[in-house]
């Protein structure tokens, strides 16, 4: 391709401009051979046919001409810089190497081009421009401020060549990219000229019938403006002439972007606004004498018009933080019309037009945090000395703002940010609990990687699940973020809780099957004693098999035994007898412990886990200190003592009344009518030799279920009690119970 065939007959003028006004300005700058290898590059690669139009029709190499222009217009003279713009694309698609880049221009300008294709890489993946993440990304992988500063001009370039472009959709994409990233960049970089242009100029594209409305009734009020503000001026220099103070003066119209962003802010109309256009009084004095001279100027214009002293702002007594200085008044002329006068020394002004970070936080732009700050501090320090070489000085200020942090990416572009060293685990969490619980790894731009692996800035993270996995104690040493450490102890903990469930559940229907009924604080009291902390800890050994339930049940019924032969209050019996009986569920003679009003010489006590009363079928049990527990032959317990200690059980019965009262429990069922209880607990304590000791009632959807503690002597006299509770009106049931 010829150069004559790339190039029409508008683009050859705008480029031989190009060059020309480049030259000049670089001519102390750059070298002959800077020269000789940049047309050769830039020929061959016409040439070549490496350089094509976008698809929007743009052409590159006027675009990065252009962007070199904006650079020295708007920042700084510097030739690294411009000759990155100028060879970036060739060595992005690849018509010339990084290493010959280094060979021709030397490794400054090597490592800005590596900078801008790096971030060209990484801007291709985002999708929400808004996103401050992004802009931080952008800062952290660009590591050289020059490199953000390119991207910036550009973008400013861009701008200039899409009014009345013929694709919609590509003007409105590139001009919400501009508000809402560029702009944002350049304003916390203090390229306020530039950043005001982009809005400006996106307003435009947006919104076209706001930006003209308010253009034109700029135009319309400029002339009349400009001579009030004439007749405004006139007395004011009459006055500083008078009293020797040196300055000059100039206007300073508002944005149309601010116009419009204050029209909606304060709700008011075009006319409503005071600070269309201020007057700007620069004085020319020395430093030691700035903050006298101002303030005297102020005095001397309120000699000759009023002040409104609520709209005073005094930045030279207390400078703003991003190192703003100057001194705001606003005062009434003629026909009562407010004009806004801004009074500061030459340095001050040339550090609010110029410096690079005069207005990154101005007027309410969020900080990013002690790292910005102090970086911003440090070029700040460096513009104000005003040296010629303070570009070569920022370059070696590496912007490793977010160095304790990245930004990695979701498959659709939406960018998250995370502490250094942060884990696949980490961002697996972020995205949805359910995730991080499932997950088992994730692909990196198209790579496996474990959940282990540390993300880096620019990632793109797809999460990996299974419906198998499940979160394990030893991801708490993976994770970084402390969200993600305390959703994997939540999940820990639910499925810890639901192991517990399954095994306090898998506990009782064991213990239901052999018909054995759990005191729930026997049950803690045996856990304890087996050395575990919690209740949870138990039965989650008991759903993890890791401990035998056969033998489990057999060690709780042996605690319980004890535990019954240490807590129980011991009965004497005063008379004892051995005696043979046949009996027809005997196998032959045995030995029968007959207890009764002649019976003594032998300990005996009660079982309480089945309550025995006279008349019930009963059998005792030689307990290990010699005594001897009576059960009734139903006991769920006694079959397994049976089973397990058959030489220690010894047959017994009754002999006689032993004229005491035994404890039994009643449950009751019936429904929740008005008096049954009443009527309950009065026919109990109208029998003779019954004792109403306890009560217990629990009521739900109108029936009762009561459990009732009596003193009874006999089973006989139980079940005749029984029955006449059964007789009761809206009585369904009653049982004897060992609770």
């Known amino acids: 391709m010829t150069e004559t065939a790339f190039f029409n007959a508008h683009e050859r003028a705008m480029l031989f401009k190009s060059i020309s006004k480049l030259w000049n300005n670089l001519r102390d700058e750059i070298t002959i051979d800077d020269v000789h290898y940049l047309q050769s590059l830039i020929r061959s690669g016409v040439k070549a046919g490496v350089y094509h139009r976008d698809k929007y029709g743009i052409n590159p190499v006027i675009r990065t001409l252009r962007t070199a222009e904006l650079l020295h217009d708007n920042i700084a003279l510097d030739r690294n810089m411009t000759i990155a713009i100028l060879v970036y694309n060739l060595c992005r698609l690849g018509h010339v190497s990084e290493i010959e880049i280094t060979e021709m221009f030397g490794d400054d300008v090597a490592r800005l081009v590596h900078g801008l294709i790096k971030i060209s890489k990484i801007y291709k993946k985002q999708s929400a421009v808004e996103d401050e993440n992004f802009r931080k990304l952008l800062v952290t992988l660009a590591q050289d401020i020059r490199v953000v500063m390119i991207m910036i001009v550009d973008r400013r370039g861009l701008m200039s060549y899409i009014n009345n472009h013929e694709d919609e959709k590509f003007v409105r994409d590139i001009s919400l990219e501009s508000r809402y990233l560029y702009a944002p960049l350049a304003h916390k970089l203090g390229l306020y000229q530039i950043k005001t242009d982009l809005e400006d100029l996106s307003l435009k594209y947006l919104q076209r019938d706001v930006y003209n409305k308010i253009a034109q009734r700029l135009n319309e009020t400029k002339v009349e403006r400009d001579k009030y503000i004439e007749k405004f001026t006139a007395p004011i220099k009459d006055v500083l002439e008078r009293e020797h103070i040196k300055c000059h003066m100039k206007g300073r119209t508002k944005s149309i972007n601010s116009i419009w962003n204050k029209m909606k802010t304060k709700q008011v109309d075009f006319n409503d606004i005071y600070d269309l256009f201020a007057i700007r009084i620069i004085i020319d004095t020395p430093k030691e004498y700035e903050k006298r001279d101002c303030w005297y100027t102020y005095s001397l214009i309120g000699d000759i018009y009023q002040a409104n002293p609520a709209r005073m702002r005094d930045w030279i007594s207390m400078p703003k933080s991003n190192g703003y200085e100057s001194l705001h008044g606003t005062f009434k002329g003629k026909d009562d019309k407010w004009v806004e006068v801004q009074i500061r020394s030459e340095r001050m002004d ?163 099957n052999r018909k054995i009924e759990i005191d729930e604080p026997t049950m803690s009291r045996f856990i304890n004693k087996k050395g575990y902390k919690t209740i949870t800890d138990f039965f989650v050994d008991v759903n993890d098999e890791k401990v035998d339930i056969v033998v489990l049940v057999d060690e709780y019924l042996d605690f319980v035994a004890k535990q019954q032969e240490s807590t129980k209050p011991h009965e004497t019996a005063q008379n004892f007898v051995l005696q043979h009986k046949a009996d027809e569920d005997d196998h032959g003679a045995d030995d029968i412990l007959v207890i009764g009003n002649n019976v003594k010489g032998i300990n005996y006590k009660l079982s309480k886990c089945c309550n025995p009363i006279y008349g019930d079928s009963i059998v005792g049990f030689i307990a290990s200190d010699g005594a001897i527990k009576i ?109």
């Open 631 to 739: 059960h009734r032959r139903d006991c769920g317990n006694v079959k397994h003592l049976i089973e397990k200690y058959p030489y220690r059980i010894i047959r017994s019965q009754w002999s006689g009344k032993l004229g005491k009262q035994y404890a039994v429990t009643l449950k009751v069922v019936g429904n929740d009518d008005i008096g049954i209880v009443a009527n309950i607990t009065s026919l109990i304590n109208k029998e003779g030799d019954t004792m109403l000791r306890s009560v217990s009632i629990n009521s739900i959807g109108g029936i009762f279920e009561g459990f009732l503690g009596i003193g009874i002597n006999s089973l006989d006299m139980l079940d005749a009690l029984i029955k006449k509770i059964k007789n009761l009106k809206g009585v369904k049931d009653v049982q004897r119970t060992s609770h």
């Open 350 to 512: 040339e550090i609010a037009e110029m410096g690079l970070a005069a207005h990154w936080r101005y007027k309410g732009v969020k900080t990013d945090g002690g790292g910005i700050d102090q970086w911003m501090q440090n070029v700040r320090e460096v513009l104000e000395e005003g040296s010629k070489n303070r570009m070569d000085l920022i370059r070696d200020m590496h912007a490793n703002l977010y160095d304790e942090e990245v930004f990695v990416f979701t498959p659709r572009g939406d960018v998250f940010r995370f502490p250094k060293g942060a884990t696949v685990l980490d961002f697996a969490f972020r995205i949805h609990s359910r995730i991080g619980c499932q997950c088992i790894g994730a692909k990196i731009d198209g790579k496996n990687q474990k959940i282990n692996y540390k993300l880096c800035s620019g990632d793109t993270v797809e999460i990996l699940t299974s419906s198998t996995q499940v979160p394990r104690v030893d991801w708490m040493n993976i994770v970084k973020t402390s969200r993600a450490r305390n959703k994997i102890r939540l999940a820990l903990n639910e499925a810890r809780t639901k192991k517990a469930d399954m095994g306090r559940e898998l506990l009782h229907r064991r213990f239901k």
